[in-house]
């Protein structure tokens, strides 16, 4: 996607991450100018947003958060499994 700097008219590439909470159909977006992993991360506020952690944690198959996609065992990215060891209750 890509945002317009309403001062300038500059047009800026975006990318947007979105999330939602099962069931709850309550999502959450926000873009960011690159999807480098500090951005991806970032993002993450979006649990500040809904005020809590869900018990799992789903990433899409994103680099960002999933280096080597499997079905049964993916290889997660070592930033956002930092990130999630950090997050997440033992």
């Not at 960011?32 to 951005?39: G, L, Q, V």
């Not at 809590?52 to 997660?76: F, H, R």
Request: aromatic fraction near 14%.
């Amino acid at each position: 996607m890509i945002v317009i700097d309403s001062s300038t008219g500059e047009i800026i590439p975006a990318y947007l991450f979105v999330c939602a909470l099962g069931r709850s159909c309550y999502p959450y977006a926000e873009a960011f100018p690159t999807k480098a992993n500090e951005h991806w991360i970032a993002a993450h506020r979006a649990f500040e947003y809904y005020g809590g952690l869900p018990l799992i944690l789903v990433p899409d198959n994103d680099k960002s958060a999933v280096t080597l996609a499997d079905q049964y065992d993916p290889e997660i990215n070592k930033t956002y499994l930092r990130w999630r060891n950090t997050m997440m209750l033992p």
